[in-house]
């Protein structure tokens, strides 16, 4: 079985650019979805099918894949924008099986 | 509009078994895998399983193998996972989600349910 690797935590400075990566191998077969998820509160998808947002996400939000890595990156970020994001992939290496990374707490300086 | 609305909280005792509810709403449900998430506190997501679109076919995180059973009832569009053998390390807010896919190279979570408690306490 594979797995999915994001950093555990970083800060952004209010209106700057932050990129939260996402490594793995079954990254260079499939693309990743992105989840947004606020204290108390269930995820929500903000990044689908490389570089898709569902309606009512901001066009800040932006995705990318490049080899074993996923990519969401976030222009100009907001003080709404301080959550755990968490990258989503299906598993090359066992059939049916999805996989979460370890999540990225974002704080918005 | 996609919905998908959740049971109540649990509280249970360990070894106990708890079963969780997900209602679908605004979309075919036997048109779609559902898949179901879990988060101890603090934690992080955990994938636990799916189920294919008429309930035959259960695919279960290995780890989970043996005590959880996913079904679903095409009838009501209710979407059920039940796991026994409760322990305290199952504390969790548990989540359903629609699978969505695109030509075997994406899938995705949306919409979630809005959580489920099940705490495991003596």
């Known amino acids: 079985s594979s797995e999915l690797t994001q950093d555990p935590a970083l800060s952004v400075a209010l209106g700057q650019t932050v990129r939260i990566t996402c490594q793995g191998d079954s990254l260079r077969r499939y693309y990743a979805s992105w989840y947004q998820q606020k204290p108390g509160q269930a995820p929500i998808l903000v990044i689908y099918?490389?570089?898709n947002r569902p309606s009512g996400i901001p066009d800040r939000f932006s995705g990318s894949n490049s080899g074993n890595t996923a990519s969401l990156t976030i222009t100009g970020a907001q003080a709404e924008d301080e959550a755990d994001y968490y990258c989503?992939?299906?598993?090359?290496?066992?059939?049916?099986?999805?996989?979460f990374g370890g999540g990225t707490k974002l704080t918005v300086l | 509009q996609a919905h998908l609305v959740q049971s109540g909280a649990e509280l249970k005792t360990p070894g106990a078994s708890v079963k969780i509810s997900c209602k679908a709403s605004?979309?075919?449900?036997?048109?779609?895998?559902m898949h179901w998430v879990r988060q101890a506190p603090g934690q992080g997501l955990e994938w636990m399983g799916v189920?294919?679109?008429?309930?035959?076919?259960?695919y279960y995180e290995q780890k989970f193998q043996g005590r959880v059973t996913m079904t679903r009832d095409t009838s009501t569009s209710t979407l059920y996972m039940e796991l026994s053998s409760l322990r305290f390390e199952d504390t969790a807010v548990y989540y359903c989600?629609?699978?969505?896919?695109?030509?075997?190279?994406?899938?995705?979570?949306?919409?979630w349910g809005q959580g489920t408690l099940v705490t495991v306490s003596s």
């Open positions: 189920i294919n679109p008429v309930g035959n076919s259960r």
């Open positions: 099918n490389k570089n």
């Open positions: 989600a629609r699978d969505v896919s695109s030509r075997d190279l994406a899938w995705w979570f949306d919409p």
């Open positions: 989503n992939c299906r598993d090359t290496g066992s059939a049916n099986r999805w996989i």
């Open positions: 605004g979309f075919s449900f036997s048109s779609h895998y």
